[in-house]
């Protein structure tokens, strides 16, 4: 998740910067006179690449949320016992839930042995 956060901060962070550098050219540059076709030609390129970028700033932000959504899910967990079958439900927020321990909605902490599994359950949409 955070690294998410990184790249889509860089990736913001790097536009900025080449706009800014694109803005502060030296007038010692020498004029150079384009016809009204390429003219209309970099126009459109330039939208293009301005509504590209749009287009990427709104689905990083719709990923970062959904994500962030998604973490606060309430599922059930069940710890199932591979020697014996038997099988224990509990309901945890899915970002508490790591390989072999997750914390319930109640506050208690589970952790569970090599025999046995964790099966997440999906709530119901």
């Given at each position: ?23 502060n ?55 199932i ?31 569970t ?9 999906a709530?119901?949409?």
């Amino acid at each position: 998740m955070l690294t998410k956060l990184l790249l889509t901060a860089t990736v913001i962070i790097a536009c900025l910067w080449v706009l800014s550098a694109r803005r502060n050219k030296p007038e010692a540059v020498k004029k150079v006179v384009v016809s009204k076709k390429d003219q209309e030609r970099q126009r459109m390129l330039r939208q293009g690449a301005w509504s590209f970028m749009g287009l990427m700033v709104i689905a990083a932000g719709i990923m970062i949320a959904v994500e962030l959504w998604d973490r606060n899910t309430v599922v059930t967990v069940h710890v199932i016992n591979t020697q014996s079958g038997e099988r224990i439900s509990y309901q945890a927020y899915r970002e508490d839930i790591q390989n072999n321990s997750f914390t319930t909605v109640e506050g208690r902490k589970v952790f569970t042995a090599g025999i046995e599994r964790i099966e997440i359950e999906a709530p119901p949409e």
